[in-house]
């Protein structure tokens, strides 16, 4: 009897479907024109999933990739993110900019489009994508009670950087206040450059994660291979992660 059970759990592992993680996702990529989410797109693209290059001028997109399809699109356009949204399992926001009064971090692109996109999300009934942020390392602790951008010298800081550096910590407070939407918050380290992909990388929380000799870092391509991860596995729902080497 035992044996027989054996056997059929057996048969059932060999026959069964193939799991989610399987099946090609299909992804939005908000930033896919940008120096971080065009390596999203790669990554994703480079594991058979299907992208969806979101750009205001998709004319600028090389769609003859296969499993690409570029998109017209626009993160202060509510009506356009909800038609994009549809059809998606993950959407993923690696976006910069601050629109109109530069010195307003309200006016963050960053902060703007996390809302935007949690207000369409809630819009689902119970099919909505999961969302993936591409965040700021000035949200990152550099002491228990000190974040990374209080370190920076506010005065060598161009104002719409310093907006989309508060942006993006306003960014996560928000988030932080969403449990009715699958959110994910991805922290590059403090030196998110060109370089290889070694497909190695570590994940931290709140804190600045550094290697042994205290350097914050990675290269773009390794962090876009943890954005990928975390949108096949969905292993941090409603929490902010960061990445590093
Ligand atoms: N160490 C760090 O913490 C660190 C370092 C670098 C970057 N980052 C973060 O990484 C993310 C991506 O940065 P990046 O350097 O890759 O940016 P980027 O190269 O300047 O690209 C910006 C992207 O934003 C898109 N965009 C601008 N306005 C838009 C709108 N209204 N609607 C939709 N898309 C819009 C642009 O697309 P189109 O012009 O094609 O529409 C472009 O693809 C940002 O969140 C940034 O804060 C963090």
Not at 32 to 43: M, P, R
Not at 124 to 144: C, E, M, N, Q, T
Not at 172 to 190: A, F, G
Request: aromatic share 6%; proline share 5%.
């Amino acid at each position: 009897m035992l044996r027989t059970a054996r056997l059929f759990l057996l048969a059932a592992c060999l026959f069964a479907a193939p799991s989610a993680a399987d099946e090609p996702l299909r992804v939005l990529v908000y930033g896919a024109t940008g120096s971080v989410g065009s390596l999203i797109v790669d990554e994703a693209l480079g594991r058979g999933h299907e992208v969806t290059a979101v750009s205001r001028d998709p004319s600028t997109i090389d769609a003859s990739r296969p499993g690409l399809t570029a998109a017209k699109g626009d993160l202060l356009d509510r009506d356009s993110i909800a038609e994009l949204l549809r059809g998606h399992d993950v959407v993923i926001s690696s976006v910069r900019g601050v629109i109109g009064d530069k010195s307003d971090p309200e006016n963050a692109l960053q902060l703007l489009a996390a809302n935007n996109i949690v207000a369409e999300l809630r819009e689902f009934d119970g099919d909505a994508p999961r969302f993936l942020h591409i965040g700021g390392a000035g949200s990152l602790k550099v002491k228990p009670d000190k974040l990374f951008a209080e370190t920076l010298p506010k005065i060598a800081l161009p104002k719409p950087l310093e907006s989309e550096i508060i942006g993006q910590i306003w960014a996560l407070d928000d988030l932080r206040k969403v449990d009715d939407v699958e959110w994910t918050y991805i922290t590059p380290p403090i030196h998110l450059k060109k370089g290889e992909r070694t497909g190695e990388y570590r994940i931290g929380g709140d804190d600045v994660l550094r290697d042994d000799r205290g350097r914050s870092r990675i290269s773009k391509a390794d962090f876009a291979v943890a954005v990928v991860d975390e949108a096949e596995n969905g292993t941090y729902v409603r929490q902010r992660i960061s990445v590093a080497y």
